[in-house]
């Protein structure tokens, strides 16, 4: 039975006591909700992989409360740093040097000398890093290849019966996963996420290459099908045909919308909830089409994702 656990004193007291005895406890992030366990212990670690059916080739985030908790644990260089003070905490993730003797499970990093950091600025996952004190890796709480979850239901949907619990902490507000970037020395996206590209290189005062690649991946998790609904989906519709939901962006109405406005940010916040809605609209067989949306800002995050939902499935 997984346990449903309130935002409370008392639940996060419990999702840190399980997560000391090696359980496996969902908790809300900003961005999507992450599968949580002891970063140093083998069990848990293996736990994830296990709950998830996640390729172990395939490393983990670590979360952390602060900066200097993430010292202990990895190596910044100067562009790491600025990223760091910029947007910490916050959907960030850093790929950094492992620092020697950090003491994670060498699970955690899939045996690469790197090792992939995020300080959540959720004030529920904030509460439980400083409760339980120690490194939490986490990925997305939802089993490999499927929709991320920004709802404990979501989680529930995917994980009940394989994870301790979950905490409840309501909808993710911004519902894309977070940027991954290796800093230094010279600064690499490896996943369009919750912080836009334009943002990064604002605060780097540089650019930044391009190194999310589905045919070589840098971020080994970046497998092209992945986000998949039970329905097939195509995108840059601009309208539904026969056995089609249609899911509208400004113009563009559907049965859905991400938003009637064209606010990218909007979109973010309920695509894997209209992921999950249109799939079960469209039923057995179904099609799902996706209205197109521009490639700034968050679109570009945006467009990642629809793209692996809509990749051919192996
Ligand atoms: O917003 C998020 O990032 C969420 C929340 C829970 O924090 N987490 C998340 O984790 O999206 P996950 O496991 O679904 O995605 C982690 C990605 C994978 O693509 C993985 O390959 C990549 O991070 N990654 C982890 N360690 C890495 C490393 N050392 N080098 C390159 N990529 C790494
Ligand atoms: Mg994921």
Redesign the pocket.
């Known amino acids: 039975m997984t346990e449903t656990l309130a935002p409370d004193d008392a639940g996060i007291a419990r999702a840190a006591r399980l997560l000391a005895e090696a359980e496996l406890v969902a908790f809300p ?1 900003e ?5 949580g366990g002891d970063a140093r212990s083998d069990q848990a670690v293996a736990g994830i992989y296990a709950a998830k059916g996640r390729p172990s080739f ?4 670590v ?1 952390l409360p602060d900066l200097a908790a993430v010292e202990g644990y990895a190596v910044l260089g100067p562009n790491a740093r600025s990223l760091a003070q910029a947007f910490w905490p916050g ?1 960030l ?1 850093l ?1 950094l040097p492992l620092r020697d003797g950090a003491g994670l499970s060498p699970l955690v ?2 045996g ?1 000398p ?3 950091i ?1 300080v ?1 600025a959720h004030p529920l996952a904030q509460r439980l890093l400083r409760a339980f004190g120690g490194p939490v890796a ?4 939802n089993p490999s290849g499927r929709v ?1 979850p920004t709802r404990a239901e979501h989680v529930l949907e995917g994980l009940s019966g394989r994870i301790a619990a979950v905490l409840d902490g309501g909808p993710c507000a911004v519902g894309l ?2 940027t ?1 970037v ?1 800093a230094d020395p010279q600064p690499t996206l ?2 369009p ?2 912080i836009p590209v334009e943002a990064l290189q604002a605060a780097l005062g540089q650019p930044l290459s391009i190194g999310g690649d589905a045919q070589k ?6 497998l092209a099908s992945h986000y998949a609904p039970e329905a097939g989906v195509r995108l840059n519709a601009t309208d539904a045909a026969p056995g089609e939901v249609l899911v509208g962006f400004g113009p563009i109405k559907g049965a859905l919308t991400l938003s009637d406005s064209g606010d990218l940010v909007e979109a973010a916040a309920r695509l894997f909830d209209l992921l999950r809605r249109a799939d079960q609209l469209a039923g057995p067989g179904g099609r799902i089409a996706f209205a197109p949306v521009p490639e700034t800002g968050l679109g570009l995050a945006i467009n990642d994702r629809l793209r692996r939902a809509a990749a051919p499935r192996k």
Request: aromatic share 2%; glycine share 10%.
């Open positions: 992030t961005t999507v909700y992450g599968l395939n490393p983990l985030i979360h959907p993730t790929v990093t899939a690469l790197t090792v992939a995020r959540p986490a990925p997305s709480a991320s996963e977070s991954i290796a490896l996943r996420g919750g991946p840098s971020a080994p998790g970046q």
